[in-house]
């Protein structure tokens, strides 16, 4: 499925609007630690405009797999190609917004230099970053606590500054770990209808979650496990493909046996 | 822009860690300090226990000397075991005996010289030699001799430390991976890093200079500009190195690991202590130390008073040591991210 991209929006070294091709290519991806291979063979596709949740037991792979996704770490086999680039790829970097599992920031600066200081590594301009450093700070509801130090935020504070990190130069790509870890429902469902406006207006989303009712508004998901992508396809085909009803049980059934 | 906004970072996270800037700033001048009270003086003259001298030698001594009389040999020999004394001397059988306590050789220097002052004074005037220095002057202490060398080894030291575990820790907590998850370059990295904590480094430097200078009184007969600017550059040796090896290390604990191993040789082979009696061999190691080069052209500058072509050569080898240090240091970030 392909959705139509939100072109000209003129920020950094330009969208990089190739349509046609997927927003994520991976190809026979493997990757080991140490000898040991935590990813076999994956393969996969994601769509332009696509909400992709990848699923799977801790230790599975998924973060792994979305640092080679997003350059940061490199695959010993296979091909990655994302938003039409060969992986890895600087010019792609400014096209992607990446949130780590776990969240660094710099302690001793406000929620709002840490903002600034990404914004510039993006080289938004000064009026452009004011005005999505106070958008992205809304998104996450931390407007009011843009000025505290980040080393006094809360964990699920931290966490939504992670996120707006990776909102601030609206990339064409978002590839989150795990977003709503430590969130509080409330924040939960409005952060998740910024996902989903985002969607909307063409951004590609993949993000990693353990929560079930997340995993159900994706448009697809992959499950993975012990570094195998065991299934994908939209909630509804999971379900059907095992007969469960609900997504949990789906992920249970299709987690372990395929293959 | 990202290079600035990485150096306004840095020195944003630096003004707020109070007590790291404590130890940048306050601590090399309270060593400083502690080293001007222990070698500034001259050291306290020796102390001579005489036995059945004749008057006239005992006054020449006294010039140069505590002197006290004793009765008898065994007397001043129980002294000089007890330490009370730093040497005996006595006439015995018409001739002149020394006998030294000899476990300071410091001390033991210091009664010879006393000594030797005094034959000097017995031989005719016509033979005195009219002393004069070409560099330096007379009384200068052991201080203003390595003050220099001081100043140059506590800018080494505390930039190591701190910028080696300032990477580290982006490396430990991940903020390096994140940083790298957007399209800086390495180089860029590394020059942010190198302009954030040059800032730093340079406003220690000269703090250290300054406060050795116009306040302890070092020595100084050069530019203070040279000196800044060997001081600078030795910091970014540091800076560079520091980052560098902070690649290897897996924890802050496994950075002061270094500093046996690249400090405290450094400190040996920088010209605080003389090393002309090494084998030829060992000691072309100097030729590996970026603070021999720091330590060489800081007493070039302050005791010689050499200008811009005398230290030219120490100039260039720190320049060079940053250069590929730096380059090294962008290279080592492949391992966080290939390209
Ligand atoms: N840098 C590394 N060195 C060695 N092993 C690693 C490294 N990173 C990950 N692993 C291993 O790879 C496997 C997968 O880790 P990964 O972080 O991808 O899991 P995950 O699916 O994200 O788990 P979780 O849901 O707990 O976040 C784990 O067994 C982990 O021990
Ligand atoms: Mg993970």
Redesign the pocket.
Known sequence: MTRIVNSGMGDGGGRMSDAGEPAIDLERVGRS??G?S?LKDVNLRIGRGELFGLL??????????IKLIAGIDKPEGGRIRVLGRQVPSLALLSNIGYMA?SDALYGELSAKENLQFFGAMFKLPGARLAERLEAALSTVGLSSDAGKPVARFSGGMKRRLSLAIALLHEPELLIL??PTVGIDPVLRVSIWSSLLALRERGTTILL?T?VMDEADRCDRIGL?REGTLTAVGSPAELKAESGASTIEEAFIRLGGEKR | MRVRALTLRICRQFIRDKRTLALLFVAPLFILTLVYFIFGGSGSPPKIGAVGLPNAIVSGLEASADVVDYGSWDEALEDLRGQDLDAVLALRSGKPALLLEGSDPSRSRAVLLAVSALQRQSASQALQPEISYLHGKAGMSSFDSFGPVMIGFFSFFFVFLLAGVAFLRERTTGTMERLLATPIRRQEVVLGYLCGFGVFALAQAALIACFAVYVLGMYMTGSIWLILLVNLLLTLTALTLGTLLSAFAGSEFQIIQFVPIVIVPQAFFSGLFPLDGMSPWLHKLTYLMPLYYGGDALRGIMIRGEGFGGIAADIAVLVVFSLSFAALNVVALRKQRAI
Do not use: N
Not at chain 1, 56 to 65: A, D, F, H, N
């Open positions: 630690f140490d040991r935590i799977g037991p801790s230790g599975s792979g998924k973060s792994t797999l599992q770990d795990e990693t353990h993975i």
